[in-house]
């Protein structure tokens, strides 16, 4: 499968390595010393799960690339509408777009920029980032992909792509309703994000901790209230599921957004507890956990020393 990784992160470098690694023809897409650094040395995966070293052609001009079966966006969720557009030609012989970011609606806009027909559903879960340029760090153990069309799109793409990754030994459901999965992570994300970035403190501290603890619950009972508003089937024990699966994670497992934060980078606040504080209002309901959030948050949004 020809495939492209806009945005080599942790998500897209790590199960692009992966796919990489099993032979599939994969190029990169990055920046700076990243993409200098996978040029001259190759993109490296240091992972509980085994490392390697792929050697895959990388640029930053997206209008280099060719046709593709896949283009994997794994930009922020403040690059899509300057990103997607650039897509419309590698995709337009039959490939597809599947955005794997954080968030609901990426999916959506990038549907309306390419039409839907090139859209399908994605959700990684993993905790990885790059640790140096040119090098990818795993946290723990978990690797996963969930992958589907929404009602009418191509669901022959969204089988192909989960076959490939497969091969490769990467871990992946092809879901028939992916629009409940994106919400299913979009629960515990959102508030994970939120709650570690505000308290600048991993899972661990906010799990063990009674009153953090207790708002982390509160934040992912709104966005499950939100969620079965809008029409998502989430079932009634779905928040105490998500705490004990909260419960399970390294201790020492920080959000990306906690990250971003602290390296004084760009934030997706508005796209995560801000998207959450907005469609409850849509839906006629309060979300003061994330409302307040966003509000603690949305002065770093556009990215300085916190």
């Keep these: 499968m020809k495939v492209a990784v806009i945005g080599a992160g942790g998500v897209g470098g790590y199960f692009g390595a992966r796919l990489a690694q099993a032979g599939h023809d994969v190029t990169f897409v990055a920046r700076g010393r990243h993409l ?13 799960l085994g490392d390697a070293t792929v050697r895959c052609p990388a640029t930053d001009d997206l209008s280099a690339l060719g046709p593709v079966d896949v283009a994997m966006l794994c930009v922020k969720l403040w690059d899509v509408e300057a990103t997607a557009p650039k897509l419309a030609g590698i995709v337009s012989n039959g490939g597809v777009v599947i955005p794997f970011q954080n968030g609901v609606e990426s999916a959506d806009r990038v549907a309306a920029l390419l039409g839907p027909s090139h859209v399908l559903g994605g959700v990684a879960y993993i905790a990885a980032t790059i640790r140096a340029p040119g090098v990818i ?16 799109g191509p669901e022959d793409r969204a089988a192909a792509f989960v076959d490939a990754c497969r091969s490769a030994g990467v871990e992946i459901e092809h879901t028939p309703d992916i629009r409940r999965a994106l919400w299913e992570k979009f629960v515990f994300l959102a508030s994970f994000s939120g709650i570690t970035s505000a308290a600048r403190s991993p899972i661990g501290v906010v799990r063990s901790d009674p009153d953090l603890r207790a708002l982390l619950e509160a934040a992912m009972r709104e966005v499950w209230s939100v969620g ?3 029409g998502i089937a989430l079932p009634d024990d779905f928040v105490a599921k998500q705490l004990a699966f909260a419960d399970g ?10 990250n971003d934060l602290e390296s004084g980078y ?5 796209w995560l507890s801000g998207a959450v504080a907005r469609m409850a209002r849509e839906a006629g309901l309060a979300a003061p956990v994330h409302a307040t959030l966003h509000a603690i948050l949305k002065p770093f949004a556009g990215g300085r020393a916190a």
């Design 36 to 48: 200098a650094a996978i040029r001259e040395h190759g993109l490296a995966i240091e992972s509980a």
């Design 137 to 152: 760090a795993h946290t723990g153990t978990m690797a996963r992909l969930r992958v589907g069309a929404f009602p009418g």
């Design 228 to 230: 079965v508003a809008c």
């Design 249 to 258: 994670l390294p201790a020492a497992m920080r959000s990306s957004m906690q």
């Design 266 to 270: 760009r934030l997706e606040v508005p």
